[in-house]
């Protein structure tokens, strides 16, 4: 192995809240503390740092963050293009780079989030929880390309990701015969694995399927329990190479395998591009991805030990475990159903820490920071002897993956 070959050697995070719940720390704030105790957790000290990287337009920019920060000198600073929740893997691939290549030494990937602060997605413009405006808003330009294609969806109820991911997700239902039963299997392990993790938002929320299939439907087929949380928090992982990860405190997580993207056309993704091929339209968008990160890993699905599957919504969760190999094309419901993805006896323990639908949803970050949890035996829900962690980003956007392994 290269001295050089990328590892993780520290986690850490912010307590986690549902949206507004945060109190009075500012998402700036939650950024500082997270990176901080992920040093901490490496066994280093600011002094080591040298680089920082995020994803989905965080706005804790980096150059602001190493001054306050105190690092020495900022010698790598990256964002990732992937859009929103698709960039988390992207961005520790982004560190990983940056240390093989040598453009850094120690790079802290980092994603706060603090929706009770800013802007909420899918509120329509604007604070939901705000006054109504006393005249008419001004029509202006779009800041960005995502939203001037939004504007093409919105006028057909698109206005939220539950409605947009709803669309694959039936069109899944109709080909396959996939049941809403079969979702709330998902939603329901997930919650089980967040009844042992302190940090989960829902943890001491525990839920059935028949809790489930009674909760709200807030966009067909998508019923309020299927849909993530919406969350204030932040989390970071530290990546540095082979040679000084083997002196640290902590076992060092392996970087095996990267990868980033989007397949031929596709743009932002089911959300806003209705020239999506017919054939891509009822999976997350990710096969030729996975298919990418196996070869580059060596191993294939059968080799994964744990998985931390991004889980905006449950249907996408479905679709990415066809993406990714674990079962064929239209046979995820069965799949789920069957338990594979419960961390007692499944064949697949998946999302251990509760994911997005029941930990929190930090952008997907909080997945990679389980995955090396899970590898280091640091999990509250641990997968016995797990030697590989296969983590994604979100399906139906241009995505990203790792494959994680215990050296």
Known sequence: MSLRKAHIVGVGESAYARWGRIGDVTEHALACQAIQRAVDDAGLSMDDVDGLASFAEDRNEAVFLAAELGLPALRFGN????????????????AAMAVETGQAE?????????????????????????????????????????????????????????????????RHMHLYGTTSEQLGHIAV?????????????????????EDHQASAMIADPHRLFDCCLESDGACAVVVTHAERARDLAKP????????????????????????????????????????????????GPSDVDVAQIYDHFTGCVLMQLEDYGFCKRG?????????????????????????????????????????????????????????????TSAACVPSSALVLGRP
């Open 79 to 94: 964002m990732v293009w992937m859009p929103g929740g698709g960039g988390g893997c992207a961005a520790v691939a982004n």
């Open 106 to 170: 120690v790079v802290v990937v980092y994603r706060s989030l603090c929706q009770g602060q800013f802007f909420r997605f899918g509120a329509a413009g604007r604070d939901a929880a705000a006054p109504p405006d006393p005249e008419p808003p001004t029509v202006k330009q779009a800041d960005s390309l995502l939203l001037a294609s939004m504007g093409f969806a919105m006028p057909y109820g698109l206005l939220m990701a539950a409605a947009a991911y709803a669309l694959p997700t039936r």
């Open 189 to 209: 392990t997930f919650r089980e694995h967040a009844s042992r993790n302190p940090r989960a938002v829902m943890g001491g929320r525990p839920m059935s399927l």
């Open 252 to 299: 060092a997580v392996e970087i095996l395998a990267s990868e980033q993207g989007a397949p031929k056309g596709y743009a932002f993704g089911h959300f806003t591009n209705a020239s999506i091929p017919d054939e891509l339209y009822a999976t997350g968008g990710t096969e030729d991805l996975a298919n990418r990160l196996w070869g580059k890993a060596g191993i």
């Open 331 to 391: 046979e995820g419901g069965p799949f789920v159903e069957s338990g594979a993805l419960s961390w007692k006896g499944g064949s697949l323990p998946t999302n251990t820490h509760g994911g997005s639908l029941s930990e929190a949803y930090i952008h997907g970050l909080n997945h990679v920071v389980e995955g090396v949890r899970s590898l280091r035996g640091e999990s509250t829900s641990p997968v016995e002897d797990a030697a590989v962690c296969l983590v």
